[in-house]
């Protein structure tokens, strides 16, 4: 990095303060996610997906690796998981015969909206951590220094689907007192009746 402003020992210091932070929330978010989709036998990838899918509606599988932060295969392998249980379904589009597309079936979609009005049966730890903040100011952490940095690592599109399924979610609530959960989403599904045979998409 030529004409850097910085010194190594700001740089290093830095660098594993965010590594160490990282590490430690993700271990809190982690259990809460586990323990959150636990009683419908889903992983954290699988729910993943789920999401992305559900938001984006017609997403490529290299859309999802993509979004959802992981390797093409991942995307790929955890996907058909949830074909071969009925959740998501591969399709090619007319106009576009070189991609395989994926979406939620509409029992996927009862899936994310069953998990979404139970979420407040589960543990909670990064919720509760956050309250004296919210308590302090009024609202929750809203992270943009944190989001600048993402946005400047995976980009705008990155950025755009991000805050679009956190819109979607929150029109999915009541819009006057946002405590009661309606599904309102205008979402697209897709029955799982006659699934492609496809090649993995790598």
């Known amino acids: 990095m030529e004409n850097q402003k910085f010194s190594p020992k700001d740089a290093m210091i830095f660098s594993q303060r965010v590594a160490q932070m990282s590490k430690a929330l993700w271990k809190a978010v982690e259990k809460d996610w586990q323990h959150w989709i636990k009683p419908y036998d889903l992983n954290i990838n699988e729910h993943h997906i789920l999401w992305i899918s559900y938001h984006l509606q017609a997403a490529t599988i290299s859309d999802i690796a993509k979004f959802g932060v992981m390797h093409v295969s991942t995307a790929f392998n955890f996907s058909k998981k949830l074909e071969q249980r009925g959740y998501l379904v591969f399709y090619k589009k007319d106009e576009?015969?070189?991609?395989?597309?994926?979406?939620?079936?509409?029992?996927?979609?009862k899936l994310i909206l069953e998990m979404n009005e139970n979420y407040f049966n589960s543990e909670r730890d990064i919720l509760e951590g956050s309250l004296p903040i919210k308590d302090l100011y009024g609202k929750f952490p809203e992270f943009l220094e944190v989001m600048s940095v993402i946005r400047n690592?995976?980009?705008?599109?990155?950025?755009?689907?991000?805050?679009?399924g956190f819109k979607n979610l929150e029109n999915s609530f009541d819009t006057n007192h946002g405590d009661s959960f309606t599904g309102s989403q205008p979402v697209k599904t897709v029955e799982a009746v006659s699934s492609l045979p496809i090649a993995d998409e790598k």
């Not at 576009?96 to 979609?109: I, K, L, W």
């Not at 690592?153 to 679009?164: K, L």
């Open 153 to 164: 690592i995976y980009g705008e599109d990155f950025m755009e689907i991000f805050e679009q």
């Open 96 to 109: 576009d015969r070189r991609n395989t597309y994926v979406s939620v079936t509409t029992e996927g979609e």
